[in-house]
């Protein structure tokens, strides 16, 4: 979601079921700026759209890895098979026999559905998911695990690896923008970005030793700076310190080594890093369509 | 997102394990969970007249009433002319009959389980809500049966007061928080 100036406002997810009905997820900070941009927009046009935040109503869990269709193949009649539900799909099914929400997508690199059940019967599709999975050694996992994860694909996350100047294409995914549509909030300000070009743009880049720089750590050149890291953790899978940073756009090359302030502000040591413009962990996407 | 079909699954209310609150001591002051119930919100500027040709009667523009539908009672609260939210304790007996209503100038939204109904009571009642309200919800201000709007120890709240009890329904999750926040000053006000 972008504003008239082509800034990403949100990273979310909209899935049309019906003719004149869809379901929109934003980001967890974001549910009040993008209710209020939405609303904002329905209330200056004649459009008839009501929206309704149905937040406390659905417990959404993500069921990831590489056994997940068989997890959840347990616990359901509808077709999910490659085909039958296609990354990006979105169908209303029964989940362990409650009514929910099922959308082919997620944030961690691997064969994933989000489901979307009743807050109030969510329990008890949580334990149905947890028993099937037993017998694939499934577990539960949380943000910090989640946040490794989307690291090594390169998922940038609204509002931590972007700012108030941030576009798609600088961020690394006007891939998902649909230029072709006739029109939508920023297209303009977008096309005419993707003309000249973004100075700055989101790159990976990974460490050439063990040590992990602080988020916000400067990139030097000569001793200036010249970009920022906006996320980094250590890669337990890649066994090594990967992250995302805001580079000038001739640095944002795939192989050429930057320097990066371990510490923040002018603190610290600097340490050699490898600019990866492709995903960590799963370059092509194979595992995310399986 | 429709729930049209029924489950067997039983739900679990959002204020399970919470502690109770407090010691027999405090009879002046009730606080429970009212419900669960089936919730709808219906959008539209035929919102108010379709909920009122189903209540077989007039509606009024913040004050909550109630109805009969099918033999089950509806809980009718008529936020604005093209918001109307409906309420019962029905358990899916009326879910099909809600959700086939729409004509096109309404909008259906299911939101059962997503909203937790508490009910407080007793002589003190009204004392308490002085602390957990900063609006004036006293019978002086408002009259039985308005739905107020307003902030419940901090979180978004619909009010209603009817015959000296309070009927306060927040989202369920904020209904923990609000639910120990009410019973810790209800037990400072009983101490």
């Not at chain 2, 009642?125 to 019978?139: H, N, Q």
Request: aromatic share 6%; proline share 5%.
């Amino acid at each position: 979601m972008t504003d008239d100036a082509g800034i990403l406002l949100d990273d979310g997810t909209v899935a049309r079921l019906g003719d004149q009905r869809w379901f929109v997820t934003t980001g967890t900070g974001s549910l009040d700026a993008v209710d209020q941009w939405l609303r904002w927009w329905t209330a200056a046009s004649d459009r008839r759209v009501d929206i309704t935040d149905v937040t406390s109503r659905f417990a959404g869990m993500n069921l990831a890895g590489p056994a997940a269709r068989d997890v959840l193949r347990r616990v359901t009649d509808l077709d999910i098979e490659r085909e039958g539900l296609r990354y990006l799909d979105a169908r209303e099914a029964r989940v362990a026999d409650v009514p929910a929400l099922i959308l082919r997508i997620g944030f961690v690199g691997e064969l994933a559905y989000e489901i979307h059940a009743p807050a109030d019967r969510a329990v008890h599709v949580w334990d149905a998911l947890m028993d099937a999975g037993a017998e694939f050694g499934i577990r539960p996992f949380g943000v910090e695990a989640q946040r490794v994860l989307r690291l090594e694909k390169q998922h940038a996350i609204v509002g931590q690896d972007t700012d108030a100047l941030s576009g798609p294409a600088a961020a690394g995914i006007s891939w998902l923008i649909k230029g072709d549509r006739p029109d939508f909030i920023g297209r303009d300000a977008i096309a005419s970005a993707a003309r000249h070009g973004p100075g700055e743009v989101l790159a990976g880049f990974e460490m050439a030793g063990t040590a992990v720089p602080a988020e916000g750590a400067a990139v030097v050149h000569e001793g200036r700076a010249i970009g920022r890291v906006t996320s980094s953790k250590w890669s337990p899978q890649l066994e090594r310190a990967i992250g995302l940073a805001w580079l000038p756009a001739a640095e944002a090359v795939d192989g050429r080594t930057i320097t990066v302030r371990l510490g923040t502000g002018r603190e610290g040591s600097t340490a050699p890093a490898t600019v990866r413009t492709a995903p960590f962990y799963d370059p092509a996407g194979e595992r995310v369509r399986s | 997102v429709t729930t049209a079909a029924q489950t067997a699954v039983p739900r679990r209310s959002a204020l399970e394990g919470v502690a109770d609150v407090g010691s027999s001591a405090l009879t002046a002051i009730a606080l429970e969970e009212a419900g669960p119930f089936d919730e709808w919100v219906i959008r539209g500027p035929g919102a108010l007249p379709l909920v009122a040709s189903l209540a077989r009667g007039s509606l009024t523009v913040g004050r909550r009433s109630t109805t009969q539908l099918a033999g089950e009672t509806l809980d009718v609260w008529p936020i604005a002319e093209d918001e109307v939210v409906v309420a019962t304790a029905a358990d899916g007996r009326l879910r099909d009959r809600i959700e086939a209503l729409g004509p096109d100038d309404v909008s259906i939204v299911e939101l059962t389980g997503g909203r937790t109904t508490l009910r407080l009571g007793g002589s003190s009642a009204g004392e308490l809500m002085t602390e957990l309200c900063p609006v004036d919800t006293s019978p002086a201000a408002v009259a039985d049966g308005t739905i107020v709007q307003a902030p419940l120890v901090g979180v978004r709240a619909q009010i209603v007061r009817a015959d000296g009890a309070y009927t306060m329904v927040v989202a369920r999750d904020v209904a923990r928080y609000a639910w120990e926040a009410i019973a810790s000053l209800a037990r400072g006000a009983g101490s």
